[in-house]
């Protein structure tokens, strides 16, 4: 009986420490998309500012609601792994 | 141009060049800012509607957090700007870097706490990041396409001529 209890209190904690993993891994995995994202956008908005110096207002503009969309998807990559693992 | 090491030295160079002036990043997200403030009496309303006192704390406390990324976001770019156009480019990577790690670190420190509703703080921090970015977009968007409608630019065009036939 307490062989019992004890195979089913570590298959609990495995599955617990599975589930912990699986939700980092996803959140990481989320993050990796807009960091890419976010890259490439960034650079080329400092590509364009360096050529059109008088247009960097309106590109910063621009790259900034670019950034803050991409970022979303890491939000919502977040916003899942905390649902996973606290909720 | 080639300054003492050689290198080319011109207007394309993202190391020497730099933004000056008001950012206009910072005006859109005050503008953001502003939208939130307005918007905030009735998500907390909804939340407590829906999960009760709970629901409502964690509303407030999602959007509070997301006004704070965006204004930190701006913020970076704001100085990073006035720095280089390079130092822009490492600023928009680290502020990215920097505001998960904050929001991370805000949601862990509060998880456990027993005025957070974690599906309602979740759902405001999508729905408010997004609805917020999609306000702004659709005045920017419209700014940028038609830029006589923007407030002010039928003054500035006035003042521009008065001065030139004066």
Do not use: C
Not at chain 1, 39 to 67: D, H, N
Request: hydrophobic share 55%; aromatic share 10%.
């Amino acid at each position: 009986m307490s062989t019992t209890l004890a195979l089913l209190q570590t298959a609990a904690e495995a599955k617990n420490t599975a589930a912990a993993g699986s939700a980092g891994f996803a959140y990481g995995l989320a993050a990796i998309g807009p960091g890419i994202g976010i890259g490439y956008l960034v650079g080329q908005a400092v590509q364009a500012m360096a050529r059109q110096p008088e247009s960097a207002g309106q590109v910063q503009t621009t790259m900034f609601l670019g950034i803050a969309f991409t970022e979303a998807l890491a939000l919502i990559g977040f916003v899942v792994f905390i649902l996973l693992k606290f909720a | 141009m080639s300054n003492t090491f050689g290198v080319d030295v011109n207007e394309a160079n993202p190391l020497l060049s730099r933004f000056e002036g008001e950012s206009p990043v910072m005006q859109v997200v005050l503008d953001i800012m502003k939208r939130g403030v307005v918007i905030a009496p009735v998500g907390i309303l909804i939340g407590y509607l829906f999960a009760g006192s709970a629901g409502a704390w964690s509303v407030a406390f999602g959007l509070g957090m997301i006004l704070f990324n965006f204004f930190l976001s701006a913020w970076i770019i704001q100085v990073t700007a006035r720095i280089s156009f390079a130092a822009l480019a490492g600023g928009a990577m680290f502020g990215f870097l920097i505001r998960l790690g904050v929001i991370t670190t805000a949601v862990l420190l509060v998880r456990n706490a027993g005025w957070v509703d974690l599906v309602a703080l979740g759902v405001t921090i999508i729905i408010t990041h997004l609805g917020l970015l999609f306000w702004e977009l659709q005045y920017i968007s419209g700014s940028l396409a038609y830029p006589g409608l923007k407030p002010g630019a039928g003054l500035a065009d006035n003042s521009t001529k008065e001065s030139v036939s004066s």
